[in-house]
């Protein structure tokens, strides 16, 4: 299988459009995360900027190669974003809120 095949986020991306993705201001600055994504929140809180909304979409999320979802700072991405994990827990909230269905197999969605 291709990589494609292998990575089911490849194709949603609904977690980076349904949650504020939030962290400790220098969590960017220790991941070397690009200047401009980000946008505070509190003195001590930094988010993905996009995410602060009523309807959040990650500024960092975009279209890949061949269609796929693609984060575009992938490898500097903060701690909360690396915590999701394909069928769980947000992974299945954001995928209904988004009409996406239950991925079968796969962690909580099916249980829910």
């Not at 349904?18 to 200047?35: D, M, Q, T």
């Not at 827990?89 to 995928?95: E, I, Q, V």
Request: aromatic share 6%; glycine share 12%; charged share 20%.
């Amino acid at each position: 299988m291709s990589d494609r095949e292998d990575n089911i986020c490849l194709d949603c991306g609904a977690c980076c459009k349904s949650f504020r993705v939030s962290f400790y201001w220098a969590e960017a600055l220790e991941r070397g995360l690009p200047e401009g994504w980000t946008e505070q929140v509190t003195p001590h809180l930094s988010c993905m900027k996009g995410t602060n909304a009523a309807a959040p979409y990650c500024a960092a999320l975009g279209k890949g190669d061949a269609g796929a979802m693609a984060c575009g700072v992938y490898a500097h991405r903060p701690g909360v974003c690396r915590e999701v994990q394909v069928g769980d827990d947000k992974c299945c909230r954001a995928r209904a809120k988004h009409g996406l269905a239950a991925i079968a197999g796969i962690g909580v969605c099916e249980q829910t």
